[in-house]
């Protein structure tokens, strides 16, 4: 059974650093790209970055570009996302993602609450 | 980037009835879309990928249909847990892009 559970979501001040991480079960997880998607409270999804499955390629959405870091440890398969410079428009639920076919998503965590808040 | 539009915003029905969602895209995104599920409190769940594949586990009152910047998702009898929000996603021009969402509640 797949299974992602993402961790490392906390009250951080604006401007402010963070790292989540998502633990993965269930697959080769060296096989899949994987993605984050972040869901702002009452709104819709939104796709924030994937990562290939060897870890080589990354992607980001325009939004994070130069502020958010997609990274992997294949050996640990475990999907980590660096947020820095943080705004309170980044404020949501973070959902780490399994690709089917890089960028469809069939299989979730539960998601991990980031508020930036003064 | 490629804007999803998803109409009605909210669908109002029985169980029984047949849902019928609209997602219309501000480009031509081929045959890469796919379609979620997402109740309150719980994480998306895919519903329908590259326009009519059903995703592992989807019942068969599930269908999706269209080609390029039009596509629906058909609910064909409505049960009891399929009140939920639905949402559309692109993924044939980047970046992935998701529609608002259509609420199906009951009636």
């Known amino acids: 059974e797949v299974q992602l559970v993402e961790s490392g979501g906390i009250l951080v001040q604006p401007g402010g650093s963070l790292r989540l991480s998502c633990a993965a079960s269930?697959?080769?997880?060296?096989?899949?790209?994987m993605n984050w998607v972040r869901q702002a409270p009452g709104k819709g999804l939104e796709w924030v970055s994937a990562i290939s499955g060897g870890g080589r390629s990354t992607y980001y959405a325009d939004f994070v570009k130069g502020r958010f870091t997609i990274s992997r440890d294949n050996s640990k398969n475990t999907l980590y996302l660096q947020m820095s410079s943080l705004r309170a428009e980044d404020t949501a639920v973070y959902y780490c993602?399994?690709?089917?076919?890089?960028?469809?998503?069939?299989?979730w965590g539960q998601g991990t609450l980031v508020t930036v808040s003064s | 980037e490629i804007v999803l539009t998803q109409s009605p915003a909210t669908l109002s029905l029985s169980p029984g009835e047949r849902a019928i969602l609209s997602c219309r895209a501000s480009q031509s995104v081929s045959n890469y879309f796919a379609w979620y599920q997402q109740k309150p409190g719980q994480a998306p769940r895919l519903l329908i990928y590259d326009v009519s594949n059903r995703a592992t586990g989807i019942p068969a009152r599930f269908s999706g249909s269209g080609s390029g910047t039009d596509f629906t998702l058909t609910i064909s009898s409505l049960e009891p847990e399929d009140f939920a929000v639905y949402y559309c996603q692109q993924r044939g021009n980047w970046p992935p892009t998701f529609g608002p969402g259509t609420k199906v509640d009951l009636k």
């Open positions: 993602a399994k690709a089917r076919d890089v960028t469809y998503f069939d299989y």
């Open positions: 269930g697959f080769t997880f060296i096989t899949y790209a």
